[in-house]
């Protein structure tokens, strides 16, 4: 029986006003009857825009269906069979410009929660850990291939790979696999254990990951192949930090995004038995309008600031964060201080950072991507007191991989040229994708050109050994 409510079922999610003192997950995931009764909202459209819409083409209507019967087991087999890390993608996907985007259901009302239920089904399945939804291990094909980085593209790359009989290893420069997934995503968006349970599966098929391995530092992309790598895959993300280039950026208490966000993830800032150094600032002002920047403001105020500050020079429409990360950041009192841009960050005699100076913005014209071009107002200047300051302005990819690979096109903001189609790189037998290509994108967007490379080096490489 069709469910017509024009309305999804609510996520259950903590109070904010407890949630913004802990770590714990935001969103507590559907029960199977809110799961089952979401899934009769379904149309099961015979043209399926929803498909079409996910970057690695998830059959979704098949996989509802089955939550609709109660028949999860069969539901993950289903998800699994294009996507590597589903119980991820239900949590960090911006399905609204998605799948849901195209969803039939949201031309009146809200779509289908094609997001929520993805995540009840790989939660449910890393709960009840039915053996019988476990994939059978292919037979190996004597083909070896390095994969570098152990992010979303990497991951996914990795994964198809292996599911084809390749022997695949990853190499990680960090101590931990999972790339932004574990450095940059908040526990509270994204339990690490999940991250953990998810590589844990594609060791499962035979993928081997080495840590610490900087690739371009302790091996080199020609020595990867002497070492009897048959192709390369680069998937190494968007980890180079960009500035504003104003007076005071070097103060004490200047943070990139990135170093915040990793010390507090990663290096787990925010346990008590971890001595990760980090500045416990009581007022903080995060720059950017970014999910990096909602991620940034909204552990701040976790780790115990008063006031925490988004500083954006356009207004609350132009804002690039997901609707939902920012409906939650003004739920936990996240101030936000939009038409604003810093001019200036001021320092105490100690070289501490005591204020931002910013400029009221008013927005003119629209710019070549659309938006409205933001227009200093004179004489506007006013200071806000901050003791940190985090700029979360985005970030490029790193150019050690580049400066140690002869032949390796890249563009003028240093990420590796690959053909869309493909991801073939200049050097044969090599192939990027993800943030290390398109420069900071989304999680499932790094997913889609990981299983494109997969699809293009099996290819590769079947067609040499003809």
Do not use: W
């Not at 690695?56 to 109660?70: D, S, T, Y």
């Not at 150094?277 to 970014?290: E, F």
């Not at 909602?294 to 008063?306: E, F, H, L, Q, S």
């Not at 989304?442 to 050994?465: C, F, H, P, R």
Request: charged content about 25%; proline content about 6%.
């Amino acid at each position: 029986m069709a469910n017509m409510a024009l309305k999804k079922n609510p996520m259950p999610e903590q109070e904010p006003l407890v949630r913004n003192k802990n770590f714990d997950e935001v969103a507590l995931g559907y029960t199977a009857e809110a799961a089952i009764d979401e899934a009769t909202r379904c149309l099961h459209c015979k043209n399926m825009p929803c498909v079409a819409g996910c970057p690695v083409n998830v059959r979704i209507p098949e996989f509802i269906a089955k939550v609709a019967e109660g028949d999860f087991d069969e539901a993950y087999k289903i998800i699994t069979s294009t996507n590597s890390l589903p119980a991820i993608c239900g949590r960090v996907c911006p399905q609204e410009t998605q799948c849901e985007g195209k969803c039939v259901r949201g031309i009146k009302g809200e779509p289908v929660a094609v997001g929520r239920l993805e995540r009840f089904v790989a939660d449910y399945h890393m709960q009840h850990g039915h053996s019988d939804a476990a994939p059978e291990k292919p037979e190996p094909n004597g083909h070896r291939v390095a994969v570098i980085g152990s992010g979303p593209a990497g991951l996914t790359c990795a994964g198809d790979l292996a599911r084809r009989g390749y022997d695949v290893t990853i190499f990680e420069a960090f101590h931990k696999p999972g790339g932004v997934l574990v450095y940059g995503i908040p526990e509270f968006r994204l339990p690490k254990d999940i991250v953990a349970q998810e590589i844990k599966k594609l060791e499962y098929f035979g993928v081997k990951v080495v840590t610490d391995a900087v690739v371009g530092r302790a091996v080199s992309i020609d020595e990867l192949f002497e070492e009897g790598f048959e192709a390369v895959f680069i998937g190494t993300g968007a980890g180079l930090p960009q500035f504003l280039h104003i007076p005071g950026e070097n103060m004490l208490g200047v943070y990139s995004a990135n170093e915040y966000l990793t010390r507090i993830n990663l290096m787990k800032a925010y346990l008590p038995e971890y001595d990760t150094p980090i500045k416990k600032a009581k007022r903080i002002a995060v720059v950017g309008g970014g999910n990096v920047a909602m991620d940034a403001a909204r552990c701040a105020k976790r780790m115990g600031a008063d006031e925490v500050y988004i500083v954006y020079r356009r207004s609350m429409n132009e804002l690039p964060a997901r609707l939902e990360e920012v409906h939650h950041a003004q739920e936990e009192e996240i101030i936000f201080k939009l038409l604003n841009n810093p001019v200036r960050i001021l320092g105490d005699e100690k070289g501490h950072v005591c204020g931002l100076e910013c400029v009221e913005m008013e927005l003119g014209e629209p710019d070549e991507s659309g938006r409205r071009r933001p227009v200093a107002k004179e004489g506007s200047n006013f200071v806000i007191d901050v003791d940190a300051v985090i700029i979360a302005i985005g970030t490029s990819p790193n150019p050690l991989i580049k400066s140690t690979t002869e032949g390796l096109d890249t563009n003028r903001k240093g990420c590796i040229v690959a053909d869309e189609n493909t991801m073939a790189t200049s050097r044969e037998g090599v192939f990027a994708g993800g943030d290390a290509v398109t420069g900071a994108a989304t999680v499932i967007l790094a997913m889609g050109a990981g299983k494109t490379a997969a699809q293009s080096i099996d290819e590769y490489i079947q067609n040499k050994s003809k």
